[in-house]
């Protein structure tokens, strides 16, 4: 029961595989008085700056072709042509789309078929004996502004760089600007990147294009939308913008990879503020004479004529020449192949990184892009992750600290234009026995204090936390235990309120699927003195503060305000300037330290049993402090990866000093991962190349003695090194080639 309603394009689209496709067909009517045109609506409203279809229908029994039916504007002498970049048929052409409407399109087209059946073929005209082939429709505006409006630009022409500025207004004082939409060609902008729309105020609007070059040229339009007394209406108002800079250029196809005795054919498109434009090909840098077109054609192709083809367009505004070129590349297929640069790659437990790779080489220097190439493991597709990562357009796979579950086949899949090359490797990981090391081989605590105990591990695959136990004298330690805590990854130990029961050994065993390590460190727990009495320095230097302490270790406290110090039998208090008391008298402190301070100074506590207990401490002054002086200088040491370093440094002195190390650009060094300071030494755990470098370790004093300082180097060698005896190799056709490399 098909009616003319039914009379149209009919699309079917099939997808399969994420790839769709699309087939159209025409539904004709035939009603028998032969063929006949006919409007879908003989006229139609359109407001300014809107995009009106125009359409017919035809009924026939021979549907005509695009190259039979033609649009015309006004009269049969003004066809609409390709050229009229504002009109665009469709529908088989059946369909006028129209771009932005202005005043100049109010008017009346006529859509003409030529061919389909005997009459029209003959018909020349749209009078009354050629009516059946010829429909007419008028295009009437609608919500017309009145508003008398202005588009200006600052200056007529812009350089390059420039940040171009283009201002709209509303000149009619009753008219205000409720919308307003710039538009390049028929193409809508709107703020973002180098374009930015501001609107001023109710009457004015301004468009700002920062950064101009060649490719801001052209035609633009602002369609806007006034208000006048609850009235709107719409408007557009065109302009040209035009930039003296280098054209902005392309080239097609950026690269044609064609087999021998193919046609090729590249495309120099050009957008500049001239119409004046002059090209120039070069291959391989030299000038082909006599190609000036934009077009180059290369018939019969051959594999000479692969090479780099660059395209340069100029042209001359008044004294000043602006050029730019860009170059295509013509590849031909067999000359084009897939070198495999990792076809087996073994990563040892030291292996920070594994990398696959391989190179695309051809006669020509072109590139390969990312989304060219796929990477496969074991024939699914590998995707970026924690551990995995592309580099170098993806001709690397990067895979960081690889396990066993990244052994295996990987295969690699370049497409480019018209051919695939592809290539394939084996990544094999060698696995070794979990390794455990601590950061001392001895841990001294006292009772009721807390120690931390700290390890790394290696090993491939490397012991997770739920692979590591730790015992203390056989009893195992677990999260949650009195007065033991982990942290996160296990690797560090903290154990508080020690007593002498916890000396002994502790233990941290480490199993993984390439078997299980077992490492121990000795512990002593020293019991705490019930009263332990400390000096700030036992070497003080006159003019400095001297401060004595007295710390309790035993239940229950003492009686504090009992607690009394005295020197040579004299009783110190606070009536003598320079003596001052903290902490209930656990801390005595002497200001501005004379040599007449140096004595015996004895602290007196009274217990809770009502006895009596005392320390004594032995202070002496020096008038100066003594420059530090190294008792152990560290020395160059070089070890192979893997390996623990220790580097011994000690340092005597008035007071007493300190010491620290420092990378070679004098940033400090702190205990922290695979580094451990201790008060003589420098210990580097499960050495790597990247240690390698110089170090400082400084001796400090503090107060008036300049610091010193020893530099010394850490060279970390890998334990197998393979080199090769020739960076290339050359050999003739049909000859040997012999490829030597070095193992160390």
Request: a negative charge.
């Amino acid at each position: 029961q098909v009616v003319r309603g039914d009379m149209g394009l009919y699309q079917a689209a099939v997808t399969f595989d994420g790839v769709t496709r699309s087939a159209e067909i025409i539904l004709r009517l035939y009603s028998g008085d032969g063929i006949k045109v006919e409007p879908v609506s003989a006229e139609v409203t359109a407001r300014y700056g809107s995009y009106p279809v125009l359409g017919v229908t035809i009924d026939t029994t021979q549907y005509p072709s695009l190259q039979e039916i033609t649009w015309y504007k006004g009269d049969l002498n003004t066809p609409i042509t390709a050229a009229d970049t504002r009109y665009r048929i469709g529908g088989k052409g059946t369909q006028l789309n129209i771009a932005l409407t202005r005043t100049a399109d109010y008017t009346s087209y006529i859509c003409r078929v030529s061919g389909g059946e005997e009459l029209c073929t003959k018909c020349t005209n749209c009078d009354s004996t050629c009516a059946a082939c010829c429909a007419t429709i008028t295009l009437a505006k609608t919500e017309e502004s009145g508003a008398t409006v202005s588009v200006s630009q600052t200056q007529a022409v812009w350089n390059a760089a420039d940040s171009i500025l283009v201002h709209f207004a509303v000149s009619s004082g009753v008219f205000t600007l409720d919308e307003v939409t710039w538009y390049k060609g028929s193409y809508p902008i709107t703020t973002g990147g180098r374009y930015t729309i501001t609107q001023v105020n109710t009457v004015q609007n301004r468009l700002t294009i920062s950064s101009s070059n060649a490719a801001d040229n052209g035609d633009y339009a602002v369609v806007y939308k006034t208000a006048n007394a609850g009235i709107v209406g719409y408007g557009i108002s065109t302009f040209s913008i035009k930039v003296l800079g280098p054209p902005d250029i392309s080239v097609t196809p950026a690269t044609a990879r064609v087999t021998e005795g193919s046609d090729v054919t590249f495309t120099c498109s050009a957008k500049a503020s001239s119409t004046a434009l002059t090209h120039r090909w070069d291959k391989n840098s030299v000038e082909i004479v006599g190609q000036t077109t934009p077009q180059l054609v290369i018939s019969n192709v051959v594999h000479e004529n692969a090479a780099d083809y660059k395209c340069t367009v100029s042209f001359t505004e008044s004294t000043t020449t602006y050029s730019a070129s860009t170059t295509s590349y013509l590849v031909i297929n067999d000359d084009t192949t897939l070198m495999i640069k990792t076809p087996f790659l073994l990563a040892d437990v030291s292996s920070e990184t594994a990398v696959l790779s391989f190179d695309v080489t051809s006669r020509v220097n072109e590139g390969v892009d990312s989304d060219m190439v796929t990477w496969y493991k074991d024939n699914v597709v590998v995707l970026m992750g924690e551990h995995r990562n592309f580099g170098n357009a993806k001709k690397q796979l990067i895979i960081t600290k690889p396990t066993a579950a990244d052994e295996g086949h990987y295969r690699v899949l370049v497409q480019l234009t018209t051919i695939t090359l592809e290539g394939s490797m084996y990544l094999a990981i060698t696995s070794a026995l979990p390794t455990v090391q601590f950061s001392a081989s001895t841990y001294v605590g006292r009772s009721g204090e807390q120690l931390t105990f700290s390890i790394a591990v290696g090993g491939n695959p490397r012991p997770s936390i739920q692979q590591i136990e730790w015992y203390s004298n056989d009893n195992r330690l677990r999260q949650g235990d009195t007065n033991v805590r982990f942290s996160d990854d296990y690797l560090t130990l903290y154990r508080s309120a020690l007593t002498t029961a916890d000396s002994g050994v502790i233990k941290v065993a480490a199993e993984t699927s390439a078997g299980r390590t077992e490492e121990t460190a000795e512990v002593q727990i020293i019991e705490q003195e019930d009263i332990q009495a400390t000096r700030s320095s036992e070497n003080q230097i006159i003019g400095k503060s001297l401060k004595l302490s007295v710390k309790f270790h035993m239940m229950p406290l003492p009686v504090l305000h009992n607690v009394q110090w005295s020197r040579s039998g004299d009783i110190l208090t606070e009536t003598d300037p320079r003596v001052e008391f903290y902490n209930s008298g656990q801390e005595l402190l002497i200001r501005d330290v004379q040599l007449s301070d140096a004595d015996t100074y004895r602290v007196s506590v009274n217990q809770a049993d009502g006895t009596t207990a005392t320390r004594e401490l032995q202070v002496s002054i020096k008038r100066t402090a003594e420059t530090p002086q190294f008792t152990t200088r560290p020395t160059d040491t070089t070890v192979y990866a893997g390996s623990t370093i220790t580097i011994p440094c000690d340092v005597s002195g008035t007071p007493s000093p300190s010491i620290s190390f420092q990378f070679a650009n004098n940033s400090q060094l702190h205990n922290k991962g695979r580094f451990y300071v201790t008060a003589t030494s420098l210990i580097i755990y499960a050495a790597e190349i990247g240690d390698t470098g110089g170090y400082i370790c400084v001796g400090s004093s503090g107060g008036d003695a300049a610091p010193i300082s020893a530099a010394f180097t850490v060279t970390v060698n890998e334990r197998i090194k393979i080199l090769t005896t020739a960076a290339e190799v050359e050999a003739t056709m049909g000859g040997t080639a012999t490829f030597t490399v070095k193992v160390e």
